[in-house]
């Protein structure tokens, strides 16, 4: 379904978070990630914000392929309330980060 793992979104709600103290951290892990995991990471926080519906995803990728004029980074820590909009468009699409935000608190 997702290109990019729970995990992976799970470690960018974290740090955008906390964008004050750790936006180096996220841009340098946004930066590492495939050009398809920035897209389904954009289409999650689409789907979160209200922008698309969870059945609409493969229309939310096309329209971030298409629509992209900014670096992925760049345009996703300029988004307020990024933690929150990946939060509900994973819950949306039936899926959750708890469990890895957890483990990755718990490993930090």
Do not use: C, Q
């Not at 994973?90 to 718990?106: K, Q």
């Amino acid at each position: 379904m997702l290109e990019i793992t729970i995990t992976k979104v799970a470690n960018v709600i974290l740090m955008s978070r906390e964008l004050d103290r750790a936006e180096a951290e996220l841009r340098g892990f946004l930066e590492r990630l495939s050009e398809e995991e920035l897209v389904d990471l954009t289409a999650i926080m689409w789907i979160g914000r209200g922008s698309f519906e969870p059945e609409e995803l493969a229309e939310a990728r096309a329209t971030v392929i298409g629509e992209a004029t900014v670096p992925a980074a760049d345009y996703l820590i300029g988004t307020p309330h990024l933690s929150d909009h990946l939060e509900n468009g994973l819950e949306a699409l039936g899926l959750s980060a708890s469990d890895e935000e957890d483990d990755l608190m718990r490993k930090g």
